[in-house]
């Protein structure tokens, strides 16, 4: 029996031992401290459309794009779809310098607007980079939300976005200087144009220079407001006669208000000519093709507000309204382009626990194109949500 309890000891100690080896080869790398941290979200909903209907695997079934609303096509019904692909995990790294600075890392990744397997057997997803990124004294180098967005402004919504048509979005890679609330940054560039006439969209990738994002943040007691403006060359050659280039320019305007209630009011507004993919997700693109060749940029207006009023110290709603306006050229763009859009949404959310939330959101969206068709959106969607 000695024996045994001997030998039991020697194993856990040699375990011990061998643990605490693998800890002090890994302190060894250096003083970085790293953190994961993520949420897994599953959502259902029940969809319907006053015209047609989404295909099977069209990304509008999975969350809400202003520009896919249908507004031609029979009454299909109603459809009921569920997913977990908004769920995401967050790794940040933080590496202290012999001057007394910090390095900061971030990569983090989800499911959404992915390939994957199908909803017979597997409903399998490939994982997407959203952030990935380092930050060291004023400077910021890799992917991350653009400069011209405030994600401050957006609503708690069970939709991936929530006032997805009069807000600006978007991920994309850069170089960014921060100094108080002053920001500056050059970013990736990238144009979309309508043909000549209508039809499919064209992704360019032909810009010579990047995106140029100002904006300025003043925070107060009772909240903040960013201003933010852009600067951009829309670009486009085809190897075929067009080759041509044209200044676009967008501004906008959000923030939040704290009430005393602990309530909170949340809006943007955004304008500008050729914002194209930074507003509404791409609802308009930043420009059309003339009869000559050249690119006419195309204007767009967008606004969204948010009401949250907590019920009490678990339960608490967010109401939402958000719009789009597009000035089409409709003798160069034709008349299939998406003229406006809005949605209305409220939901009811229930925290039991800090780290769950519980979820219904009803949600209503219209969108008319310049040839006078128009459709409707009616959607119910429920969530659950895990946070670490």
Not at 19 to 45: C, E, P, Q, R
Not at 236 to 254: H, P
Not at 371 to 387: P, T, W
């Amino acid at each position: 029996m000695k024996a045994i309890i001997k030998n039991s000891v020697l194993a856990t100690s040699l375990a011990l031992a061998a643990s605490n080896a693998t800890l002090v080869s890994a302190a060894d790398l250096g003083d970085t401290s790293v953190k994961f941290t993520g949420y897994i979200k599953a959502d259902a909903m029940v969809s319907n459309y006053s015209e047609g209907t989404l295909g099977s695997g069209s990304i509008g079934r999975d969350f809400y794009i202003p520009s896919l609303t249908p507004v031609s096509g029979g009454d299909e019904g109603t459809q009921f779809d569920a997913h977990i692909r908004q769920s995401r995990f967050r790794f940040s790294t933080n590496t202290p310098t012999a001057e007394g600075d910090e390095i900061k890392g971030v990569l983090e990744l989800d499911f959404i607007v992915t390939s994957g397997g199908d909803e017979r057997i597997s409903n399998s997803y490939t994982p997407r980079v959203r952030h990935a990124y380092i930050q060291y004294k004023e400077w910021l180098v890799g992917q991350t939300w653009t400069t011209f967005m405030d994600v401050g402004s957006l609503p708690e919504s069970l939709d991936f976005i929530g006032t997805t048509d009069g807000i600006t979005f978007g991920r994309q890679v850069m170089v960014r200087y921060t100094n108080g609330g002053l920001q500056l940054a050059l970013e990736n560039p990238e144009t979309t144009v309508t043909p000549n006439g209508g039809g499919g969209r064209i992704v360019a990738d032909d810009n010579a220079v990047p995106d140029f994002v100002a904006a300025y943040t003043a925070k107060q007691d009772w909240g903040y407001v960013k201003i933010a403006g852009l600067v951009r060359q829309l670009s486009y050659d085809d190897g075929s006669g067009i080759d041509a280039d044209e200044t676009s320019y967008g501004v906008a305007l959000s923030g939040k208000y704290k009430l005393s209630s602990g309530d909170d009011i949340r809006f943007m507004v955004n304008t500008g000519q050729g914002m194209g993919r930074y507003t509404a997700l791409n609802a308009a693109n930043g420009a059309v093709i003339t009869a000559d060749g050249d690119l006419e940029a195309i204007d767009s207006t967008g606004y969204a507000i948010a009401y949250r009023h907590l019920w009490n110290d678990k339960m608490r709603s967010s109401f939402m309204f958000s719009a789009l306006d597009i000035d089409n050229d409709t003798a160069l763009t034709g008349l299939s382009v998406t003229q406006s859009s809005y949605s209305a949404r409220a939901n009811l959310l229930y925290s039991p626990t800090k780290a769950l939330t519980f979820g219904a959101e009803y949600a209503f969206a219209h969108r008319e194109i310049e040839e006078g068709l128009e459709g409707d959106m009616n959607r119910l969607q429920v969530s659950a949500k895990y946070a670490f």
